[in-house]
């Protein structure tokens, strides 16, 4: 039985779970590669992946405000606004189940940091208070902007943002730019840096973490200790990644917790440091992640049985588009 115990602990990590569905999304890149290779005649033809779309949230966030004004489901590129829904139902539901479990970019983010986790004692650098708290305030004040600009984007030019070929392939146009001198250098800076004070981007830039970690706040499941049977070890606060002092918190609503159930894993008592679900429903650590992907999975899964997520353009307009020379454009149109 500890055998099986241990490989369902494995199975259920966050390292494995967010390895695959990094691995996954790292395929569907090389799939739309080489769905643009076909489209210049350089190749067979492969299936264009739509999970992809994950690469364009500015643009797919303007759409799914249009859809809520009343702009109906786009048709042209559905699988962000699928996306866009599983990152939202997964947040509020499951303590911002998207960041910790989901997202392709904050896993690697997350890997650099584990690795220093590793090197350094089994801990990130804790930067002081002040400073962490004016770092975490950039990324509100950055994510309350986006939104703004988003909210107020009127409902005509949303709709006619859809229907710009430009924004067909801008994927493409974003995994181009994954090459550029600049960008490498920046991802540099990051991956040291996320290896020192863990995942930086996720922690102090990154605007979608600033929105889902407000939604997750509203989650009806979170981790509670008990305090009669609290040893006060430490262990759970010392295992925090995003540097909570667990061991003083009843419940743990923070925004920055993102239900990575590490702090659970790792109590010695029985009991004490539990996920709780409405009705004082004990969620074990190792249910947590299934509860998050199959959530995620099910989102998926209607929208495809409901033909909502395959796009609706044909192959050949997309071989138009790639061809018509956009991808070698600049462009100040956002994505």
């Given at each position: 039985?500890?055998?099986?115990?241990?490989?369902r602990d494995f199975l259920t990590s966050r390292l494995f779970v967010r390895g695959v569905l990094l691995g996954f999304f790292v395929f569907a890149c090389v799939q739309l590669l080489r769905f643009a290779e076909w489209a210049r005649g350089r190749g067979p033809h492969v299936p264009r992946p739509e999970s992809v779309a994950g690469l364009l949230p500015i643009g797919h966030f303007t759409s799914f405000f249009a859809w809520l004004k009343g702009g109906g489901w786009d048709t042209l590129l559905p699988a962000g606004l699928v996306i866009i829904i599983g990152a939202v139902a997964t947040s509020v539901l499951l303590k911002r189940g998207f960041c910790g479990w989901i997202c392709p970019l904050?896993?690697?983010?997350?890997?650099?940091?584990?690795?220093?986790?590793?090197?350094?004692?089994?801990?990130?650098?804790?930067?002081?208070?002040?400073?962490?708290?004016?770092?975490?305030?950039?990324?509100?004040?950055?994510?309350?902007?986006?939104?703004?600009?988003?909210?107020?984007?009127?409902?005509?030019?949303?709709?006619?943002?859809?229907?710009?070929?430009?924004?067909?392939?801008?994927?493409?146009?974003?995994?181009?730019?994954?090459?550029?001198?600049?960008?490498?250098?920046?991802?540099?800076?990051?991956?040291?840096?996320?290896?020192?004070?863990?995942?930086?981007?996720?922690?102090?830039?990154?605007?979608?973490?600033?929105?889902?970690?407000?939604?997750?706040?509203?989650?009806?499941?979170?981790?509670?200790?008990?305090?009669?049977?609290?040893?006060?070890?430490?262990?759970?606060?010392?295992?925090?990644?995003?540097?909570?002092?667990?061991?003083?918190?009843?419940?743990?609503?923070?925004?920055?917790?993102?239900?990575?159930?590490?702090?659970?894993?790792?109590?010695?008592?029985?009991?004490?440091?539990?996920?709780?679900?409405?009705?004082?429903?004990?969620?074990?650590?190792?249910?947590?992640?299934?509860?998050?992907?199959?959530?995620?999975?099910?989102?998926?899964?209607?929208?495809?049985?409901?033909?909502?997520?395959?796009?609706?353009?044909?192959?050949?307009?997309?071989?138009?588009?790639?061809?018509?020379?956009?991808?070698?454009?600049?462009?100040?149109?956002?994505?």
């Open positions: 039985m500890p055998s099986v115990e241990r490989a904050g896993a690697v983010w997350e890997g650099q940091a584990w690795l220093g986790r590793k090197l350094m004692g089994g801990r990130n650098v804790a930067l002081p208070r002040w400073l962490d708290g004016i770092g975490r305030g950039v990324r509100y004040l950055i994510a309350a902007a986006a939104l703004f600009v988003l909210i107020m984007v009127p409902l005509a030019e949303a709709l006619a943002f859809r229907e710009l070929p430009y924004m067909w392939v801008a994927d493409l146009k974003i995994l181009g730019g994954f090459t550029r001198p600049g960008f490498l250098a920046m991802l540099g800076v990051a991956s040291v840096a996320s290896v020192f004070f863990g995942p930086v981007w996720c922690r102090w830039l990154c605007p979608l973490g600033g929105w889902y970690s407000l939604l997750g706040m509203a989650s009806p499941c979170a981790v509670r200790r008990d305090p009669e049977t609290c040893i006060h070890c430490s262990a759970c606060t010392e295992a925090c990644h995003a540097f909570l002092d667990v061991e003083k918190a009843r419940a743990v609503r923070s925004p920055e917790c993102d239900g990575c159930m590490d702090c659970v894993r790792v109590c010695p008592v029985p009991g004490c440091l539990e996920a709780r679900a409405p009705g004082n429903t004990r969620i074990a650590p190792w249910v947590w992640p299934l509860l998050v992907v199959g959530l995620w999975l099910a989102i998926y899964a209607g929208a495809r049985l409901t033909g909502n997520w395959d796009t609706r353009l044909p192959d050949d307009v997309f071989r138009q588009v790639i061809n018509s020379g956009l991808l070698e454009e600049r462009t100040r149109g956002g994505l």
